[in-house]
C-alpha cells in the first residue's frame, strides 16, 4: 500500500506562495502562480508527508492507495 499526498481545494486559500513546496524533496509539489492552488505530481511523490506536515491550513493531507 501506498501513501499520496492530496489536496482539499476547500481549505487552501490560492492567494499565495504554498509553503509547502519548498520541502518536497523530490519536486512533486509544484505551483503555476501564486494565485493558484499547488499540483500534486503522483507519479513523483514518495508519500514522505513533509508537504502535509507544514501545510498552515491543512490543505494537504497523506492517503492510502493500492
Excluded: W
Excluded at 519548498?22 to 499547488?38: I, M
Amino acid at each position: 500500500m501506498r501513501k499520496l499526498a492530496k489536496i482539499n481545494l476547500d481549505r487552501c486559500p490560492q492567494n499565495h506562495r504554498c509553503p509547502s513546496l519548498q520541502v518536497c524533496p523530490v519536486g512533486a509539489l509544484t505551483q503555476d502562480n501564486p494565485y493558484s492552488a499547488p499540483v500534486i505530481h503522483e507519479t513523483l511523490c514518495i508519500g514522505c508527508g513533509k508537504c502535509a506536515m507544514l501545510c498552515p491550513k491543512k490543505a494537504l493531507f497523506m492517503v492510502k492507495e493500492g
